[in-house]
């Protein structure tokens, strides 16, 4: 709950920048125009070590409650890596990148790279105080630009082989099961990002024989009049809803 205000959570891991620079909200210090590169790495680094190293949080764990025992794969936009921790490799597909990888700033080759042990050493090296040492900050071993986490939204997003291995899993999943009941569950697509996963999954329950549909969203309750009959928008709140499946499903 600290990407968007100053919450008590965002005061425990970033009440030192909220402090120095008036921030509220772990986004606004995204956006912050630090006047040095160690400063502004040494906030990257937090961010990263916050979302790296944060619990596995209750509606994964219900979610994962209710799968238990299911043909499945995760489909997501999210970069938390929270479902990584959960399910292998072959079970997820991250089509907007993962917090655990750094790029090329400039793109000059499609590889990615650890960011865990790079992210620890900054953050122990930061101690109290807001900057990293200059030695830290991360370079491309090829042409020696920053690195910048592999996630979209940072700048020039790397689509190359990693990228083309999400697309790849999803579509070899659903090609395997077109023919069988499938059940797309959309859980929280927001209006900005509407084609990665909400457009699809209204597609595919279209044109799918035996496909049916399920969004649970607190803002929207969208449900195209073409597959009205083969789906159900729930307006609510995730959480809440995982939980009351979770508890309907061990009755």
């Not at 927001?190 to 803002?219: C, H, K």
Request: include cysteine; hydrophobic fraction near 35%.
């Amino acid at each position: 709950d600290f990407y968007y205000s100053g919450t008590p959570s965002f005061q425990k891991h970033f009440g030192k920048f909220a402090d120095k620079y008036g921030f509220q909200g772990a986004f606004a210090g995204m956006m912050y125009s630090f006047k040095t590169r160690e400063e502004f790495w040494g906030y990257l680094a937090t961010f990263l070590h916050t979302t790296q190293h944060a619990p596995l949080r209750k509606p994964y764990r219900d979610l994962d409650t209710i799968l238990n025992g299911k043909d499945f794969h995760i489909l997501t936009t999210n970069q938390d890596t929270q479902f990584m921790r959960l399910y292998p490799e072959d079970k997820v597909s991250e089509i907007q990148g993962d917090h655990r990888f750094f790029q090329c700033s400039k793109s000059c080759c499609d590889e990615i790279y650890d960011a865990l042990q790079p992210v620890d050493a900054m953050y122990q090296a930061m101690g109290d105080g807001t900057s990293i040492p200059t030695e830290l900050i991360p370079h491309c071993p090829h042409c020696g630009a920053e690195l910048f986490p592999w996630v979209r939204g940072y700048g020039n997003f790397l689509q190359g082989k990693k990228y083309e291995e999400q697309y790849q899993k999803i579509s070899k999943y659903i090609l395997e099961n077109e023919q069988k009941k499938i059940l797309f569950i959309e859980l929280g697509v927001g209006r900005m990002t509407p084609m990665f996963i909400q457009e699809p999954f209204w597609n595919l329950t279209l044109s799918l024989p035996d496909a049916y549909y399920i969004s649970v969203n607190a803002e929207y309750n969208f449900l195209p009049e073409q597959i009205e009959d083969k789906g159900i928008a729930i307006l609510g709140n995730i959480a809440s809803v995982l939980e009351d499946v979770r508890l309907e499903i061990n009755k």
